[in-house]
């Protein structure tokens, strides 16, 4: 079978220009509504689904973000992939601003969002195998994709998700690298966890946009953080082109 492949857009990415858009559909689930229409796109005859995690215009912070009624319209439209964008902030020695970073674990700090759809009155308690979170077939095309577009990138990483919305102080980025994260970012769970839950293989190609707190002598601020997403999110969209033509 054929993967449908699916995008989900974060900070950064609130639509995904050069691909031609075919419609767009707004979507109802059991759980609420997801946070904006699900695009269909085009490109060069090969389609793909998108979707603004932070809605477009971005307006939805990461903990309110309705992680489940997301994924489940995913599902709903047909998809069996998802390519999830996150920004993040860099704790490891190479991930500086504009780093691309596809990882391969994630430590969960997040609290009081809605993380599985196992809940409520259920036949059987259902325990999802989450050793590996990320989906190898799907963190494998990413990789290729960044060789191919010789960008600057690590193919592993702990994703550290933290609540939000605001960012760490320095005593929690330093317990962070001594739980082995390498990111840190808002919006990786329980989104990954949720669609393992739909069955659907999931990746996440990350862009680092800042130093994680106190990485550098110097507070984090917005323009730092504009600016490499200016200069990051070109590398991130010659990956998604490069997937979504293969
Ligand atoms: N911390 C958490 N989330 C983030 C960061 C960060 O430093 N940068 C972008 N998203």
């Known amino acids: 079978m054929t993967k449908k492949l699916a995008i989900i857009g974060g900070t950064g990415l609130a639509e995904l220009e050069g691909v031609e858009v075919l419609g767009q559909k707004k979507v109802t689930t059991p759980y609420g509504e997801p946070s904006g229409p699900i695009v269909e796109g085009q490109y060069d005859g090969k389609k793909v689904l998108f979707l603004a995690?932070?809605?477009?215009?971005h307006r939805i912070p990461p903990h309110e973000v309705n992680y489940a009624?997301?994924?489940?319209?995913?599902?709903q439209e047909?998809?069996?992939?998802i390519i999830a964008v996150n920004a993040v902030g860099g704790i490891?020695?190479?991930?500086?601003p504009a780093h691309v970073v596809i990882p391969d674990q994630i430590i969960d700090y997040t609290h009081g969002r809605k993380s599985t759809y196992f809940e409520g009155e259920m036949d059987s308690v259902n325990h999802i195998d989450f050793s590996y979170p990320y989906s190898e077939s799907v963190r494998q095309m990413l990789i290729k994709a960044a060789e191919i577009h010789d960008v600057a990138y690590s193919d592993y990483g702990?994703?550290?998700?933290?609540?939000?919305p605001r960012l760490e102080t320095a005593a929690e980025v330093a317990r962070l690298e001594r739980d082995g994260c390498d990111i840190v970012g808002m919006t990786g769970m329980p989104e990954a966890a949720l669609a393992a839950e739909q069955e659907i293989d999931y990746a996440c190609l990350a862009l680092v946009v800042n130093w994680a707190a106190g990485k550098t002598e110097s507070i984090i601020t917005m323009e730092e953080i504009e600016q490499a997403i200016d200069e990051g999110m070109g590398y991130v969209k010659k990956i998604l082109i490069e997937v979504i033509n293969s």
């Open 78 to 81: 047909g998809a069996t992939a």
């Open 158 to 164: 702990v994703y550290g998700c933290t609540q939000g």
């Open 53 to 57: 995690r932070h809605g477009n215009p």
């Open 69 to 75: 009624a997301n994924i489940y319209a995913l599902k």
């Open 92 to 96: 490891e020695g190479v991930m500086g």
